[in-house]
């Protein structure tokens, strides 16, 4: 059997019986296929199912090693790999897992620098600068899905007009990573973005997304992406490489905890499964981490109980109003 036939196997049985996200999809789609050309390109012209070896994966190992790459990349061409082994054995076409002898590097630490409240603020203001008022409403709209709600990208991507309940103020996430729906509630500025954006969004789109760059075309990954891009530009900020989509949903989560949310409530907003997860989306800034300087002492400031009791009822409430304020 052609190795490649049997690799189309595998990524038909993630997207149909698996239902992994479409992020997911492209990212194992690409390195299975990165796999499969160094074969072509290393001595296997037309490679067979039985190339995919313990000997070949280990001198791909090897080479992708040899890039100078963080572990954590290591891991991503690697991964794939070894799930695809995995299927290979519980469907009976291998007896082991040729990729799990493989010992791969200790995983490093991710770097996430977030995106500072002033960095957003700047962004923020600087959606006015935009010459085209369409396009200057349709930033401030995405903008505001993306700082205010957290959203990954690919879920706001796929958001329908339908999704966007501006009445009570909440998003429908129908395709959340896992194939998992749930609903982000909207603030104020968020409300008001997208009611002004909905109000000039063209009237015969000829499809029922949310975000539309003209009639006949949808916003897509590229597209979110270019939005951030040019909206750091015209704040100034062109040369902050950290700030990305998905840095302002590190930014959002961690705002969200400063504001009084509890680590569940943000885990159930971010539509993560574990809690281990949210944590590593929470970030501590120098001044913070200061201010706790004094719990080290041997004599510690004790604060009165009504500044540290957690909100209770309306209170809790009025905090989540204000939460992205």
């Known amino acids: 059997m052609k190795l490649l036939e049997s690799i189309e196997d595998y990524l038909r049985f993630l997207q149909f019986e698996q239902g992994v996200s479409k992020t997911t999809y492209k990212s194992y789609h690409a390195y299975l296929f990165h796999?499969?050309?160094?074969?072509?390109?290393?001595?296997?012209?037309?490679?067979?199912?039985?190339?995919?070896?313990?000997?070949?994966?280990?001198?791909?190992?090897?080479?992708?090693?040899g890039k100078g790459l963080r572990p954590r990349s290591i891991y991503g061409y690697m991964v794939p790999l070894r799930s695809y082994g995995a299927f290979l054995v519980e469907h009976g076409a291998l007896t082991e897992n040729p990729a799990s002898s493989i010992k791969l590097p200790k995983k490093d630490a991710a770097i996430r620098r977030e995106t500072s409240e002033e960095e957003i603020l700047a962004m923020w203001n600087a959606?006015?600068?935009?010459?085209?008022?369409?396009?200057?409403?349709?930033?401030?709209?995405?903008?505001?899905?993306?700082?205010?709600?957290?959203?990954?990208?690919?879920?706001?991507?796929?958001?329908?007009?339908?999704?966007?309940?501006?009445?009570?103020?909440?998003?429908?996430?129908?395709?959340?990573?896992?194939?998992?729906?749930?609903?982000?509630?909207?603030?104020?500025?968020?409300?008001?973005?997208?009611?002004?954006?909905?109000?000039i969004r063209p009237a015969d789109c000829q499809h029922n997304y949310l975000f539309s760059v003209d009639r006949s075309r949808r916003l897509y990954y590229t597209g979110i992406r270019s939005i951030v891009e040019e909206v750091k530009h015209l704040a100034g900020l062109a040369d902050k490489t950290h700030i990305c989509p998905h840095s302002l949903r590190h930014s959002c989560a961690s705002r969200l905890m400063r504001n009084g949310a509890s680590l569940h409530e943000v885990m159930t907003w971010l539509g993560h499964t574990q809690i281990s997860t949210t944590q590593r989306y929470l970030h501590t800034n120098e001044m913070e981490l200061k201010s706790a300087a004094s719990f080290a002492s041997l004599a510690p400031q004790v604060k009165e109980n009504n500044a540290t009791r957690p909100p209770q009822g309306e209170e809790r409430q009025a905090r989540y109003r204000r939460v992205t304020r």
Request: charge should be positive; glycine fraction near 6%.
């Open 127 to 199: 959606v006015t600068k935009q010459r085209n008022q369409y396009r200057a409403v349709m930033q401030k709209a995405v903008l505001a899905v993306l700082i205010y709600t957290g959203l990954r990208r690919a879920e706001v991507c796929d958001l329908k007009l339908t999704d966007a309940d501006l009445t009570d103020g909440w998003l429908l996430v129908r395709s959340g990573k896992g194939s998992k729906s749930r609903k982000v509630p909207l603030c104020t500025e968020a409300i008001d973005a997208l009611a002004m954006w909905l109000g």
């Open 35 to 65: 796999f499969h050309k160094w074969l072509i390109e290393n001595g296997y012209p037309s490679p067979e199912l039985k190339d995919y070896n313990t000997t070949t994966l280990r001198r791909y190992f090897y080479y992708v090693s």
